[in-house]
T-cell receptor
Framework: TQLLEQSPQFLSIQEGENLTVYCNSS?????LQWYRQEPGEGPVLLVT?????EVKKLKRLTFQFGDARKDSSLHITAAQPGDTGLYLC??????????FGTGTRLQVFP | DTGVSQDPRHKITKRGQNVTFRCDPI?????LYWYRQTLGQGPEFLTY????????KSRLLSDRFSAERPKGSFSTLEIQRTEQGDSAMYLC?????????????FGPGTRLTVT
């Protein structure tokens, strides 16, 4: 059974701070996606990474995919209250379904 | 393109009743997925379709659960004889058919409460 571990589970920070969220597995991903979810809504896709070592940027968000394709990180620079939400990583292994991590709940205070 | 839509958004039912949820995928997306998310957890895979064929089912999908996608467009998820443990957010996602198309796009979900 593939397991996706996310850390930290909870993060409370002040506006303007930087943060990093980690996603780790013992298995190799064929692709990995990061989602952000608001309460009562479905996950919204932020990015997909496919190639080992890949780095993608989305405004203040930087996503890295590990060289061995077993881990990923999400770094947010100068966090804003609008970044508040549940961040989920989800990996595809050798089937079409996504395996989700337990999520990182981020709260950014003004 | 309109996004994935789900109906209803909220459903409250009494234990033992049957419920049915509907998902309309992004048009021309041939793959459709159902996931379940309980409070404080990430979504868990239930089942998926390619066109009208149901290709994979999770062990989470007990005999009381059935999903259909009869014409390869919208899908329904039915839960018979609901139990309190079925209370969760039921999420639908769809994906295009290109080989490089990895992304699954999610709908807003149906929140089920079984009393």
């Amino acid at each position: 059974t593939q397991l996706l571990e996310q850390s930290p589970q909870f993060l409370s920070i002040q506006e303007g701070e930087n943060l990093t969220v980690y996603c780790n597995s013992s298995s190799v991903f064929s692709s990995l996606q990061w989602y952000r979810q608001e309460p009562g809504e479905g996950p919204v896709l932020l990015v997909t990474v496919v190639t080992g070592g890949e780095v993608k940027k989305l405004k203040r968000l930087t996503f890295q995919f590990g060289d061995a394709r077993k881990d990923s990180s999400l770094h947010i620079t100068a966090a804003q209250p609008g970044d508040t939400g549940l961040y989920l990583c989800a990996g595809r292994y050798n089937t079409d379904k996504l395996i989700f991590g337990t999520g990182t709940r981020l709260q950014v205070f003004p | 393109d309109t996004g994935v839509s789900q109906d209803p958004r909220h459903k409250i039912t009494k234990r033992g009743q049957n419920v049915t949820f509907r998902c309309d995928p992004i048009s021309e997306h041939n793959r459709l997925y159902w996931y379940r998310q309980t409070l404080g957890q990430g979504p868990e895979f239930l089942t998926y379709f390619q066109n009208e064929a149901q290709l994979e089912k999770s062990r989470l999908l007990s005999d009381r659960f059935s999903a259909e996608r009869p014409k390869g467009s919208f899908s329904t998820l039915e839960i018979q004889r609901t139990e309190q443990g079925d209370s969760a957010m039921y999420l639908c996602a769809s994906r295009g058919q290109g080989l490089d198309s990895y992304e699954q796009y999610f709908g807003p979900g149906t929140r089920l409460t079984v009393t």
